[in-house]
Structures are given as structure tokens and as C-alpha cells.
């Protein structure tokens, strides 16, 4: 492989991975706070795709419209889920959330047969995305750079959200301990609802970016960025913002990178992030910047 | 040993039940036919989830990954050599499969055996891993397998998929393997490893501390969960008789869990009948999806509208019947009783153990 | 020769040492107290005795045999039994089968004889719930047999907790608090309790407290434990005397 094809791979390797880190906090943020495996979070990513690609296709919108009214859209679905079909749960064994999750995530795949219809949708990224860049000798075209500069916008507003603001400090505090937190005077129904807002918006970003990425959608289109992204949370320490992100791009890297060196290996590609995840569980249980907790006996 | 109402009632209705199914098997159509041997194949994922979750407490959810196991060997096992020489046309099959062909009964036997050395040897690392952590790996395991059988083209066709396994699968075949599942893990639940499982379920580090050797105990759930999740598997590929990877994508293992929590976590007769609801209800519900006429009115079909009211169902149970269909109670004869006579207990969430037949 | 013997036993947790250079020994059918101020470490030593923790330092042996960071279930086995400072019942079996539990460990039969009922394996459930119960009535407990153990008063469920462990035949029990949340009354009559279950099974007992006047009465031998440090060891009225003791956990604990 030449430097430049390297270049060019691992530009590709980090646009994928800023994709799944998107995605990966939304699945952290929720896990970290309830317990819950969101198994529903991917299909926010496919919602958020479609409600940018009919925004765009049908009322006629601008991108620079289209896109932000898409995400807070879906953020909205995100709430009305947690509102609808977690909160009433949430004193229930972890099986009956976990299986509400499934439910959501059936509901809103076959929703979006009914009413999008089962066949792929071309997505139009917009003009300025489809530039040639050269870098060297390689090339790269221009909505990967976009990517990954919109990912790191987004990084920077939400570690902001989460360090600095009052708010962040409340969900810090839930993961920690949800019932002290409550006796705090924290209402902490609105900061799950403040979570599921915000890990429903970047998973809609994803769900976009992802559309501009591999612009082919379809109802079923966010299961595997789902799926990925969850390991990708689990690879960086469940519940850990800064892991879901460093876990993202070490995926995405990796995945590529494996084909890249390895093209034999290229029907195995989905099994890649299976094997790193069973081998990190099984040295690392808690991932790469989880806490390990003692359980108390 | 005396034999009690119970028993007798028992032994009646299997009776009964054996004369419908040979009544069945020779007026029905093969389309209800398949709907019925559909709701016995269900019956058994769900009861093995129930003995692996319900009653173990282990979060696994390679279902979809041993019955893959299960099918593919009941289906290489059972082709006739010519069908296997027309499937693999892109690439030959491995001489040692070729012309292989064994009864249905070893067939099924093997495939069982085979999914539960699979499910051992991925018990064997996921032993280490508690709660989601093992939902997860074990998830990883099931997709694993299913890429495994993408790629392996000279054992599994690819993503081609095996096409013209005889169907086999009849009433009597898949009923009788959901009987036996029931009596196996029915009797075993309540022996003294069965309260072991339940042991570790409620508390692992109490049962340890008690003597019981976690490892031994969960890796025999693993292997008799995926020892019948591998013949529902066999029975699987000889009745739909073509299958391919994209039958055990992940989403059978959410239907199976979904259906288990709808009967009742811990009830395996309540499994049997969610198994049979579920079943169904979606053939039921198939004619909403093609174009249909109600006097004047001429109302297109709409496909996947099936599987979007059940996850409405599946939400409204899970929301609103939470303990699903039984709970953990178990049917039994004298709840049956009492129940005609009106005496229904003012708890309906009382275990039933020590007071089944 | 001693039942079972701790040398130079150390834990850290991290930076924290929790137990620091603990050494003893318990002879067979003796009684004894671990008593010390919340946190002082008495469980982690309890913990290591029955393997969920392994010891950084130390050596520990039972019945002339190093026991040190093997499994929790084979510790059982050898002949250590425990309950918890925090009640740990199975709450999906009822009061009988959780002592029944207890002998599972002790069980011949395999899982596929246990399943078809063969004859050797109805024998043996039968024995097991006949010794369950047996133990259930030696606790005056027998009437309680079918319920679930959360349908229990708290006391009774100490107890049950004590049957459970009782029946995997052991050698030492080791009681995490079993006091704890008692009425004076109540602690009083569990340590009758004990000694009677000291003077009826052949074992010994090794006994966490935090109060040490429920412990006064009935334990010839106490050891008072501070911040993972053996600070004292004696009869009640040597520790009651001693200095150290009475500046680093009398004067803190609720003693009167």
C-alpha cells in the first residue's frame, strides 16, 4: 500500500469512526444512566436520515434547513420514546426495559416500511459535498473532511453541555448514583429527558452524515450503525462519554484499516467489531475507560 | 407409585393432543400445517430462552446463532447428494458433505449436539461475564456464526443459502420435540441443579458461597438451551426447506425474547402459548398486508404493517401486562379447576412451585 | 492442631489497605468474635477466608490445607460456610429448598440422572429434603418450610440464612452481623441460638460483630480489628480493659 492509499484509508477510517462515536454517546449517555442497552438508538439514526432526505425531497428545503429541523425532530421522537415506553419501566426488572427497547426498535423499522416504503432512497448529498480534494497524491472527496469537522463541532458542544453546564453536571451526577442524585432536589426525569434529547439529536447527525456518507436509505439502514456503535460504546467503558467517542474512532479505524491490509479478510468485516468486543470483554471487562466496580458482598 | 387425577389428566390430554395432530396432519393444507409446526419450533426457542434468562438469569441472546447451527446441519445432513451438487454451484461443496445423508432422527439429533457444543464453547468465555456484558458477547457470538456461514462457501453455500432441503418436518415430529423440551427442562428445573439455576439467578455470589460451582452449573444451561434451540433449528430448515444467513440475523433472537417475556419469564407452558399466539397472530394479520375489497371500499395492501401492529401488542403487554401472559406460574390441572369454579386466587402472581402435577 | 489459620494476611484495595498483616487461628469447636468499628475491614477478612476476595499478601490454610485464593464453592467445600452481613436469601425458592440448597454440593447424582428421576437421585432428593427439613425443625422453623423466605420476619430470616448454611455441613461458619438490625431482646436470644448451635453441630463458629456487648456473654475469645489492624485479643474482660480498645472503638461505638 502506498502512503497515499493510507491517507486515504484512514481518512476514510476516521469519517466512519466520528460516525459511530456520534452515535456511540447516545447509546453511553442512556446505558450510564439507566442500565438500559438502547436497542432502539439505531433506528434514531435512520428516522433522523429520513426526516433530512423528505425535508429536502418533499418540502422543498434547503440543506442548511433541512438538517437542523431534522435533528431537533428526531430529538423529539427520542423524548416521546423515553416518555412512552422506558419511563413507566423504570422500576421494573432490566428485562422488561430491555425488551420495550426491542419493541421501540421493531416499531419504528416497520413504521418506517409502512410509511417510507422497504426500497432504498437515494440520498442527494448537496453539491459543495461532492468536490475532489486532492491531498498529495490521494484524493479524497469533500464531504469527508465535512464529516469529521461537523463530528468534532458536535464533540465540543456536547463535552461543553456535559462539563460545563449546569445541566451536564446533573447527568455526570445520575450515572453515578440515580437516587442520591433525586434526593438532591435534582429532578431527575427531566435530565433522563434532557439525555434521550440529546443522544436522539447526534444520533440524528449521524444518521445524516451517515446518509451523505453512503447515500442509500433504507428502514433497516440503522441497525448496523447501531449495532457498531454499541460496541464501539462498549470498547471505550460503557457509560463513558470520552470512551464512546475514543471507541468510535478506534472502530472505525480498525474496520477499515483490517480490509485495507487484509482484502481477503473483507467478508469478515462485520465480524471484526464482534471479535475485538469479545476480547476486550473477556481481558477488559469494563472497556477500555470504564471503572471497574467491586461488587460489595 | 401411585398414579394421581393429575397424571391421568395429563397422560388424556397428550392423547387427545396426539389424535388431533394426526387428524391434523391429513386434512389441513400445508399451509396450516407450516403455521402449526411455525407456533412448535417457536414454542422451543422460547422455552430454551426461558431456561437460560427465566430461570438461570443468564442474559444471552445467541439464539439465533444456534439455530443457524442446528439448521444447517439438519439441512447438509438430510440433502440428497443431487441437491447438494445443484446448490453449490459456485463453489463445490467439501467432498466429505457430498453424499453424505442421514435419517431425519440422527439429523436432528446431531444438529442438536452440534449447537450445543457451540453453545459450550461460547459459554465457556461469556462464564466470565455477567448482565449486559453477556448480552452483548453473546450477541457478537451469534453474529459471528452468521458471518462464519457467509463466508464458508464450501460447507454453507454462502450467502447463496441452501435451497431443496426435503421437508421433513411434519406435525408429529416438531410437537413431539416440543413435548420432550418441555419434559426435559420441566423435570430438570426442578431437580436440585434446577434450584441451583434459580440460585444463581436470584444471587450468584450467595450461591457460591453456598458450594455451587457457577461454572458448571451455567455451562449446563448453555448446552441444553442450545441443544434444543439446535433441533428447533433442524426442525426449522426441513419444514421452510430453504435457508440462508439472513434467516438468523438477530432479529430472531428479539422475536424469541419478546415472545418469552410475553408468555411470562419463568413459565415455560406460558412460552409455549405466546409461541403459539405469536405465531398466529401473524398469519392472522396477513391479509392486512395485500390488497384487499370491503364492499365498494378497495384498500391497497400495505407490507410490514403485520410486524407493526405486533410491536404494538409486544409494547402494550410490556407496558400494561408486565408480567406477561403467566407470569411464573406454570399451567397445572387444579389452576385449571379452580379457575372454572371461580375460585381464582386473589394473587395471581403467587409462584405455583410445589403445587404443580 | 488449629482448624484454620490466617498468616501475615494483607488486602488493598487500590491504595487502601484494608487488612493489614492479619494473622490467627481458630481451634476445632471453638468460639470466637471479630468485633471493630464500621470499615475497620472484618468482612474483607471474611471475604478472604471464603475466596470472593484473593489476599494481596498472606496466607491462609484450613484443616492443614492452604486455602488461599481458591474458589468460593470449593472453600465450601472443604468445609467453610458463611452468611451475609446483608441478608442474601434466593428469593425464587422457598424457605425448605434454600436450606436444601445448601446440600447441593454434597449431591452424587448427575444432572441427566436428577432429570429421568432414576432411583439414586429420588433417594437423594429425598434425604435432602428431609434433612432441610430437619433442620428447618431443629430452628423451630419447620411451619415456615413453604414460604418464601421475603414472607419471613427479619429475625427469621437470619436464621434461615444459618440453616442455609448449616446445611452444607461445615466444619467453621463464618456470621457476618448476624445481629444486626436486632432488637437487644432479639440479639440476645440469637446468641443462645448460637451456642446451642455450637454445642449441637461439631464445628466452630467465627463470629463478625459490630456491637460487643451482644458478643460479651457467649464468646470466650474476642479479637477487635481497627482500620485493617488487629488491635487487641482476649476474654471479654481483657478487651474491656484494654486500653487501646477502649480509645479506638468504645469511646466511638455506641457501648454503654
Redesign the interface.
Known sequence: MTFDQFIQNLANGISLGSLYALIAIGYTMV?GIL?L?N?AHGDIVMLGAYVAFYGVVMFMLPWWVAFPLAIILTAGIGVIIERA?YR??RS?????L???A??????L???G??IFG?RPKAFERPAFMDIALQIGEASVLSYTPIIIVTAAILFAILIYIVNRTKVGMAMRALSKDIETTGLMGINTDRIIMFSFMLGSALAAAGGILWAIKFPQINPLMGVMPG?KA??AA?LGG?GNITGAMLGGFLLGVVEIMIVAFFPDLS??R??F???I??LL??FR?TGIMGEVQ??K? | MKISRNTLLTLGALIIFAGFLYVAQNMFNTYILRIINLCAIYSIFAITFNLIYGYTGQFSLGHAGFAAVGAYVAALLTMSAQQKEANFFLTPIVPALATMQWPFLFAIIAAGLLAALVGSLIAWPALRLRGDYLAIATLGFSEIIRVLLVNMQPVTNGALGLKGIPPYTNLFWSWGCVVITLFVIKRLTNTSYGRALRAIRDDEVAAEALGVQLARHKLMAFAVSAFFVGVAGALMANLISTIDPKVFLFFLTYQIVGITVMGGMGSLTGSTIAACLYTIFLEVLRPIESPFTIGNLHVPGVPGMRMVLFSILLLIVILFYRHGLMGTREFSWDRLFEFFRGKKKASPLTNSEGEQE | MSLLKLEEVTKKFGGLTAVKNFSTELAPRELCALIGPNGSGKTTIFNMITGIYVPTQGKISFNGKEITAKRPDIITGYGIARTFQNIRLFQGLNVVENVMLGQHLHLHSNPVEATLNLPGYVREEKRMRLEGMRLLESLGMAQLAHDEPSALPYGQQRKLEIARALATQPRLLLLDEPAAGMSPADSEELMIFIRHILQTFDLSIFLIEHQMRVVMGICPRIIVIDQGEQIAEGTPEEIQNNNRVIEAYLGVADYA
Open positions: 446505558y442500565r442497552i436497542f415506553a413507566p419501566l421494573f426488572p432490566r428485562i422488561n430491555f425488551t420495550s426491542v419493541a421501540v426498535s421493531f416499531l423499522e416497520n413504521l416500511n409502512v422497504g449495532l454499541f460496541i462498549v460503557i467478508g469478515y462485520d465480524a467489531a464482534y471479535v468486543l469479545i470483554l473477556l471487562p467491586a461488587e458482598v
